[in-house]
């Protein structure tokens, strides 16, 4: 029996969010595996420098791609297949937070995390999906949040959407099912990236984050311990391979029980 991840090589992937965090931690995994990657982000200065470190060896490609641009993600799909082929699996990681009172939320912070967290899923999901169908195969993963299934206290737009980006991707996952095209998420919980990182002031906060906070109504996490983006990582890489073949609109948890199996 091949181990997870086993038979891959040579299939093409389309990273979003790869620049940084959980995006390039797919990116690693997936060129380890054989995959030919095309990394997408709009931060190309990172990008080029992922793409610096990793392509040696390995068959990458970088593209300074916004999420938000519907006709921008059509064209990278195109571009993509030109150069490495066709695109046989898309992971939707690239996401932005907003924190604060709902009260207080600008429509413009509202916006932006919608923009990116929904719209760019769909942009990039309906992009592949309508290649994908031709050749009646392909997988999509999106990386939700674990917030999707639990409220947050001064996190509702980025809930809201993750929530969203889950639910979009589960629909689609029903409508592609007769091509024989997997469609699922993973939901990580607090996970040592810079989006986390941003949310603390001090050393502190990692333990505040374990430990988890009465005030705010937040339990902690049951594993004693913040998920690394290769956590992440190797929960995407089962259910893009064939191991997964049989799964679909399926959301894996991967947030060491934080969420209490909600």
């Known amino acids: 029996m091949r181990g997870i991840g086993g038979g891959m090589d040579g299939r093409v992937a389309v990273v979003t969010g790869a620049a940084q965090g959980i995006g390039a931690?797919?990116?690693?995994?997936?060129?380890?595996?054989?995959?030919?990657?095309?990394?997408?982000?709009?931060?190309a200065a990172r990008l080029s420098a992922l793409v610096t470190?990793?392509?040696?060896?390995h068959k990458l490609e970088?593209?300074?791609?916004?999420?938000?641009d519907s006709r921008g993600c059509d064209e990278l799909m195109d571009t993509v297949e030109r150069g490495l082929g066709p695109v046989d699996i898309l992971v939707n990681v690239a996401g932005?937070?907003?924190t604060g009172p709902v009260v207080e939320q600008r429509d413009e912070d509202w916006a932006a995390v919608?923009?990116?967290n929904v719209r760019g899923v769909l942009h990039c999901s309906r992009a592949a999906a309508r290649r994908m169908i031709g050749r009646r195969s392909g997988v999509i993963v999106t990386v939700s949040s674990n917030a999707a299934r639990v409220p947050r206290a001064n996190m509702a737009g980025y809930a809201s959407s993750k929530a969203a980006a889950s639910m979009l991707t589960k629909c689609l996952g029903l409508e592609l099912a007769g091509y024989g095209i997997r469609c699922n998420v993973v939901a990580p919980g607090s996970t040592d990236t810079e989006m986390q990182r941003s949310l603390w002031s001090g050393p502190q906060d990692r333990s505040a984050v374990i430990d988890g906070s009465p005030a705010t109504y937040r339990v902690g996490v049951p594993l004693r311990r913040i998920a690394e983006p290769s956590d992440i990582a190797d929960a995407v890489l089962f259910l893009?391979?064939?191991?997964?073949?049989?799964?679909?609109?399926?959301?894996?948890?991967?947030d060491g029980g934080a969420a209490l199996g909600a």
């Open 25 to 43: 931690a797919v990116v690693r995994v997936l060129l380890r595996h054989g995959v030919m990657v095309a990394a997408v982000d709009s931060d």
């Open 53 to 57: 470190e990793l392509a040696p060896g």
């Open 62 to 68: 970088g593209h300074v791609v916004d999420v938000r």
């Open 96 to 98: 932005v937070l907003r």
């Open 114 to 116: 919608f923009d990116v």
């Open 240 to 254: 893009v391979s064939d191991q997964a073949r049989h799964v679909t609109m399926h959301e894996l948890c991967v």
